[in-house]
């Protein structure tokens, strides 16, 4: 199982999914929602919105909805 890199939260699919998705494909190591929102300076509800709309448009990167 993934772990954030910065607080060391267990990380869910959708959350290696989204760090893949918006900073870089490859990447191994990962951060949670909570940090990559403070990282990027953004909420935290804008990422989770992207998350699932993502998972609307079927991107293989996210758990099924």
Do not use: N, W
Request: aromatic share 8%; proline share 3%; charged share 30%.
């Amino acid at each position: 199982m993934a772990v954030c890199e910065k607080c060391g939260a267990e990380l869910t699919h959708d959350e290696v999914g989204l760090y893949r998705k918006i900073v870089l494909r490859e990447a191994e190591t990962f951060l949670c929602i909570p940090c990559l929102a403070e990282k990027f300076c953004v909420p935290e509800e804008d990422l989770r919105s992207m998350v699932e709309r993502f998972k609307r448009a079927g991107c293989q990167l996210f758990s099924a909805v």
